[in-house]
């Protein structure tokens, strides 16, 4: 029987944010989560997360995971402290209590299941995962026998200078037998630096405390501040660069681009510098991103590029040209074939088949046909002020430029639209559209 506890009541003193700790973002999902994550294939049959400060917050933003139990710790007197809360949710529980702390987001799973297993194995009162870190500044010091055997943790602020050498730090996730721990928790004291009760101090407790130690330190990094927080974000970013260059992505400037986890991507994808994508995005074979571009929770098919252009929450089919500088906003839906080009903003409307929308339009509620060309300028007023109204533009119709269609309005197919024209009122399939002051001149004038 496995029950995991998590860390996440702390205030996070040293980001100095509004936000709590465990809730800053890296690489599109929080501390928090990815700490659940990284736990979660161990299928634990209790999951607790000790929340305190702005507790709320943190509840709210974890809603969606199931079966999860929030334990609060109030006031935060210590991660000691916020483990004895465990207490009475524990009662009677019997087997392991693996402890995390929030703020330790790239472990890999395998390390944890490693950890359990060295634990069940060994037969440990408490086993912890510790790094031997070239600068181990901030964590807490490990001292241990060569059969692997802890004696004791002492926190950094807490050390010698002597003790300071020792590079043996501890990770902050632990696996312990909860019956074990659970009768030295009431132990602790807070005779340390900050006066408050220590986790760490259970191994000295305990009479078999043994650690593991991890193969690559990186994953280990705990997050206090946001030069940390940086450091994890570049790691995670060459994790998921790398995968992905192995998996047939080509980056030109690999540093300059950001990825999300949830990204996929085809054969032979070319993405450029500065380059970003985020959410959920899926990306066909032969795709070419960027320079310059941001895409999100967007779908692309085959052979689109995106040159210098906003994509968010959009469909783009096959072969489509966006760019530079197109805004395709949420709803857009671009069929095959399609070329949207400078300064061309398009929300919520489908565009059929082989059309173009050049230059400088706006494209809002609108569904165009087959091979429409939408001249430069050409800008549907899809609000009256109160509601959105849908524009209907049939296949193979022009409109000219600086057109302006004031929806709720249907233009039938193989329509003309002359230049400059406002128009209100539908306009019949085949027909030329007017909707502008005749010119006057007036000669002499001068
Ligand atoms: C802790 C360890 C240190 C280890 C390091 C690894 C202790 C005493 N020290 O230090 O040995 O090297 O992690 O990253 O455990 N928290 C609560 N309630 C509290 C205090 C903290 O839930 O009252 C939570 C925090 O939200 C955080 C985690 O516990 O997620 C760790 O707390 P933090 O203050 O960051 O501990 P460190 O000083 O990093
Ligand atoms: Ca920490």
Redesign the pocket.
């Known amino acids: 029987m496995l029950a995991v506890a998590i ?4 205030k ?1 003193t040293r980001m100095k944010s509004c936000l709590p ?2 809730l800053q973002p890296l690489a599109g999902s929080t501390l928090v989560e990815r700490v659940l994550t990284s736990c979660s294939g161990l299928q634990p049959q209790r999951c607790l997360l ?1 929340v ?1 400060h702005q507790a709320q917050e943190v509840q709210q933003q974890l809603t969606d995971w199931q079966g999860l139990e929030f334990v609060v ?1 109030q006031p ?4 000691g ?2 483990v004895q809360q465990v207490l009475p949710v524990l009662e009677g529980f019997d087997g392991e209590l693996l402890v995390l ?4 987001p790239l472990l890999r799973p395998s390390t944890i299941e490693h950890l359990v297993n060295e634990h069940r194995s060994s037969g440990a009162d408490v086993t912890l995962l510790t790094a031997r870190l070239a600068d181990p500044t901030g ?2 010091r490990v001292f241990s026998d060569q059969q692997g055997r802890v004696n004791s ?1 002492v ?1 950094h602020r807490d050390c010698s200078d002597e003790q300071r050498h020792n590079n043996l ?4 996730i632990y696996c312990f037998n909860w019956k074990k721990l659970a009768a030295v928790l009431p132990q602790l004291c807070s005779d340390n630096d900050q006066g408050e009760l ?3 101090d259970t191994v000295a407790l305990l009479p078999i405390a043994m650690h593991v130690e991890v193969a690559d330190p990186d994953e280990v990094n ?1 997050i ?1 501040d946001r030069c940390q927080l940086a450091n994890c974000e570049a790691l995670l970013q060459e994790r998921l660069r790398n995968h992905w260059m192995k998996e047939g992505v080509t980056f030109t400037d690999p540093a300059s681009c950001t990825l999300s986890e949830d990204c996929q991507f085809g054969r032979d994808v070319v993405i450029e510098p500065q380059t970003h994508l985020r959410g959920c995005c899926n990306i066909g074979d032969g795709c070419q991103l960027g320079p310059g571009s941001l895409i999100e929770n967007a779908d692309l098919g085959h052979g689109v590029s995106v040159l210098h252009s906003v994509v968010r929450d959009a469909k783009v089919r096959n072969e489509v040209a966006i760019g530079p500088f197109s805004h395709l906003r949420p709803g857009a839906d671009i069929a095959d074939q399609c070329r949207i080009g400078n300064f061309v903003e398009i929300k919520k409307s489908q565009i059929g088949e082989g059309s173009k929308v050049n230059h400088l339009s706006y494209i809002g509620d609108a569904q165009l046909g087959r091979h429409v060309n939408v001249g430069a300028g050409t800008i549907t007023a899809n609000y009256d002020g109160v509601r959105k109204h849908l524009t209907v533009v049939g296949d193979n119709s022009k409109t000219g430029a600086n057109s302006v269609l004031v929806a709720p309005i249907v233009l039938g197919s193989n329509v003309t639209v002359g230049a400059g024209s406002t128009l209100t009122k539908d306009v019949p399939n085949g027909a030329l559209a007017l909707g502008r002051s005749k010119q006057l001149i007036k000669n002499g004038w001068q």
């Not at 702390?101 to 330790?104: A, K, L, R, T």
């Not at 730090?169 to 902050?172: I, Q």
């Open positions: 860390l996440a009541a702390g996070g700790k465990v000790i305190g710790q935060q007197n210590g991660t402290h916020a702390n929030g703020d330790v964590y807490g943790i926190e730090t501890n990770a902050g220590y986790l760490t705990g206090n």
